[in-house]
């Protein structure tokens, strides 16, 4: 009896296919992508063809049938080991654990190593939102990953990552999901070009558990999913345009690009709109996010107590963010419009006629040399 793979093959020489088209780009590569079909055993089949049909010009002529296979087989492996795995559909399996990658990032083979390392830590969860959020409180510490933005690069893959020690929101997404992906739980690259304010960009991750929820990478909030502290920033996103909307990169086909604000202008991967997912943060238009930081001497962000008062009664009390925290993460209080408010600190103190939305700094000075 024939395999599946040798009908593909056979029925692609007759009438032609996707895969002809992928075949005439993969150049001399050719050889390695038609090896990788013809050997993947046969149950694997149709998930090789839906992951060759797919790939990008630059890995079609460079990832080797080695390559290919392997991916293939630990990402099965992965899938039907799952104790979720009646849970997930092939779709599902084909667009958000059978890749190998989810934007750019270099191509290399994380299954294996990030599924030694995600097993023990997912091992008591009882459903797939559990191990993601027991995965975003242990695995960066497994790996010895933080968030900084001394890194290398903003595109790092997860062996990068590891190697730096350090990452950006975009390469903690991709350890992230890759760390789901290794473990057979569906997983996406979700972010935006730039924040409605052009205060800059932010990546993070969404995870099938009967239903799409998000989370950001190496930002856990205690035991939830679905709560984020970008909430309002992500509220005024606008769907449809390509640098102030919220996209998720998908391996299948669609009409829009994912637009990488470190790759500006590449339009290479594919992504689904889901602005209008997080439209559900608006917020009473009466009170204005103002955002607070206290920084100190050189500019660094420092964690401090930080109040607010209105007419000297304490009306709002919090830690302001440090340099292990995203750029664009603020201690955020909402005050209500055309009032005056005093925020201090044990260093400083600022008044403050409340119009529009804005960044507070709170600094902290050098001490005078005696």
Known sequence: MKSIAFYIIYLSSLLGTELDLQYDIAGGNRIEIK????MVPEKQSLGMVY??????????????SSFLLNNCNL????????????DISEKLFFDYILPYASLNENREEWRKELKQKSIPIIKNANSIS?????????IFKEVGVIYSTERPKADQSPSESIKAGKASCTGLSILLI???????????????????????????????DNGWHYTGAAEPTGNNLDEVWFAEHASKATSGDMKYGIFAATWGETDTYFPMDWLP??????????????????????????????????????????????????IFEGKSKNESCDLNDHLIVLLQKGKTFTFKTEYSKEKLLIQNEQ???LGIKLKSKK
């Open 35 to 38: 090896k990788a079909i013809k």
């Open 51 to 64: 992951l060759i049909e797919h790939m990008s010009e630059d890995d079609l002529q460079t990832l080797s």
């Open 75 to 86: 990402a099965y492996k992965a899938w039907e080991d799952s104790p979720w795995y009646t």
């Open 130 to 138: 559990e191990a993601v959020v027991l995965l975003n409180q242990n």
């Open 178 to 208: 890759d760390a789901c992906r290794s473990v057979g739980i569906p997983a996406r690259f979700v972010g935006t070009s730039s924040w409605y304010n052009n205060s800059g960009n932010h990546s993070w991750i969404e995870i099938w």
């Open 265 to 314: 202008g590449i339009k290479k991967y594919n992504s689904i709109d889901v602005t209008d997912k997080y439209k559900k943060f608006l917020l009473n238009k009466e009170l204005i996010p103002i955002s607070l930081r206290v920084l100190g001497p050189l500019g660094q962000r420092k964690a401090v107590r930080v109040i607010v008062e209105n007419e000297n009664e304490v």
């Open 359 to 361: 960044i507070v700094d």
